[in-house]
């Protein structure tokens, strides 16, 4: 793809960061007071996690979403965009002690660091502090928004690891793992800037659909991604899902479309039924043959596409082009 | 000791559970209500603590502490007597996680059960549903209370976990880890409870006080239990903390009082250097021959007058006789 075209989309985060430089750094202070304790271990193990170069999309969606509509309430955002941050960084603390995960942003993960004990109960103090961050922020509706959003993650994380190793698991119940799991919090982070902002009812709902429908896409190009997306480029952290015995959408696609040895193989693989060298290689060629990461990626871009035309409850204004070069940005990272 | 002076007190707890019958039974249903979800693991996994046969103090003392000041306010003091048990349950998930526990409420524990996984991932659920129960309650300054807490708690939790097979570890630590990852739920319970019923100020921060040393005595009772109490009657579940490494305020005392091969002893056992199957008898004849569990005891008693002379801000009722006599029994359990 010619770099003209691709310019504006790839730079959409860039474009982001820049738009709310200044509300970024504010929230990153509040980040670091906030995972302060004269318990060492915390903020060390804290800080491990939250300085390793996260993007720290959730929150830019929440101070932007507030941003959307004028100057007001963005004390309020910012302490919400920590908040949000929070509890995402408190799930990727457990997510790695439930997946005995040794990777994390391209460095060993806290767990195999720290222990499992401590990743576990620091996760349950930066999930606490993100209350305490809701409760400055002063309004009991927009805590009940991410209150909310947080019972749905958990619940979403205990579908996905009851799900694991079920090589028959439906493609309506991943998609309904990775809306609660993932989009339920782009939902609640968009949503709660629009509410900081003094937005409410169908604006709010909207910007609501906004966060989902990116979250959604979001997943399903990590998804495909984890199989080396569209040009089957096997960088690092390739395979992940595959090893976990994870049915992601590009593993469902193929299989129903797949023929009587197909099935079998992705039974054994994914069925928690033992794995060889070759296997990964071999999924990756079914996946590409029976079309299973395109269709993925095109359902990818069906959300972008819905989350940008969310927006347009918005008024223009080069936050809003920056959140829908965001939505191509999401899906174009896998091409 | 005579049964005419012993039955006002080992019956407190019966006749704090008569006084909230009501209040109970409401809490229960808010609680078997609130921990449902579609995903059938969760319900489970939770009804299997929740229903355990656990006695429901934290709860009874939000329910009598709202109750000590009138009829008011008593349909958020149940939400938050089921959101204090939430965040309750929710910690001995985890706690079983992180000490590996293999027995909680005398049965194989959830951990051993279920997975760890899925006790992380449920006690997050209950955590999260803990705030949607402060939610309704619509109350954000008691809220930030039961956030603090949180905070606390998990901050005590790790504080355990750094001192965890520190032989050395000097006595003030101890309490300032009981402090926190005990007292300050049963303090938060009291205090909501009275903010519930319309108290603040200087009343709720005496309500707080009965908690919290409630829970002061309530915890160094158990830690002298552990160890088989005054009488040494060594039943069952004796020994955890031994074998854990914890160095519990009987052993802090003991060592301090100790000669060097005393010390040397609890060094070795409680330092992470291995364990004989005599080293458990030893200790429990170190400590009494230093007066350990009876001056660990009498530090319970301590705080458990504390506890009784902070309800004098209440006006007496039979309420307030039975959170009175639920000091005592705290203490008495152990003779």
């Given at each position: 793809?010619?770099?003209?075209?691709?310019?504006?989309?790839?730079?959409?985060?860039?474009?982001?960061?820049?738009?709310?430089?200044?509300?970024?750094?504010?929230?990153?202070?509040?980040?670091?007071?906030?995972?302060?304790?004269?318990?060492?271990?915390?903020?060390?193990?804290?800080?491990?996690?939250?300085?390793?170069?996260?993007?720290?999309?959730?929150?830019?969606?929440?101070?932007?979403?507030?941003?959307?509509?004028?100057?007001?309430?963005?004390?309020?955002?910012?302490?919400?965009?920590?908040?949000?941050?929070?509890?995402?960084?408190?799930?990727?603390?457990?997510?790695?002690?439930?997946?005995?995960?040794?990777?994390?942003?391209?460095?060993?993960?806290?767990?195999?660091?720290?222990?499992?004990?401590?990743?576990?109960?620091?996760?349950?103090?930066?999930?606490?502090?993100?209350?305490?961050?809701?409760?400055?922020?002063?309004?009991?509706?927009?805590?009940?928004?991410?209150?909310?959003?947080?019972?749905?993650?958990?619940?979403?994380?205990?579908?996905?690891?009851?799900?694991?190793?079920?090589?028959?698991?439906?493609?309506?119940?991943?998609?309904?793992?990775?809306?609660?799991?993932?989009?339920?919090?782009?939902?609640?982070?968009?949503?709660?800037?629009?509410?900081?902002?003094?937005q409410r009812g169908d604006v709010a709902d909207r910007l609501a659909a906004y966060g989902r429908n990116l979250g959604l896409a979001f997943q399903l190009v990590d998804d495909a991604l984890d199989y080396g997306g569209r040009t089957a480029s096997l960088g690092k952290n390739v395979g992940d899902d595959f090893r976990e015995g994870k049915v992601t959408m590009p593993v469902a696609l193929a299989r129903e479309a797949g023929d009587a040895e197909e099935r079998a193989f992705w039974r054994r693989v994914m069925g928690g039924g033992g794995q060889t060298e070759s296997d990964f290689d071999r999924a990756v060629a079914i996946l590409r043959r029976r079309g299973a990461i395109d269709a993925t990626l095109e359902a990818a871009s069906g959300y972008a596409e819905a989350a940008k035309a969310a927006l347009a409850v918005a008024p223009p204004s080069a936050m809003r082009t920056a959140l829908e070069n965001l939505a191509d940005f999401v899906v174009r990272r896998a091409s």
């Open positions: 793809m010619a770099p003209a075209e691709t310019a504006p989309d790839v730079r959409a985060l860039d474009t982001l960061t820049g738009l709310l430089r200044e509300d970024l750094a504010a929230v990153d202070a509040i980040i670091h007071e906030r995972m302060g304790s004269s318990v060492g271990l915390i903020p060390n193990l804290a800080a491990y996690l939250i300085d390793a170069g996260g993007k720290r999309v959730r929150p830019m969606i929440t101070l932007a979403a507030a941003r959307l509509f004028g100057e007001s309430g963005m004390a309020a955002a910012r302490n919400l965009a920590a908040a949000v941050e929070f509890i995402h960084t408190a799930t990727l603390l457990h997510d790695d002690v439930v997946d005995e995960s040794a990777l994390r942003r391209g460095r060993t993960s806290a767990n195999f660091v720290w222990g499992n004990a401590a990743s576990v109960l620091v996760g349950d103090f930066l999930f606490a502090r993100s209350f305490n961050l809701m409760v400055d922020a002063g309004d009991l509706e927009i805590l009940g928004v991410l209150a909310q959003a947080s019972s749905i993650i958990a619940e979403g994380e205990v579908m996905q690891l009851a799900a694991m190793n079920d090589a028959d698991a439906p493609l309506d119940r991943y998609l309904a793992i990775i809306d609660a799991k993932t989009a339920a919090l782009f939902a609640a982070a968009a949503r709660v800037g629009a509410m900081a902002a003094g």
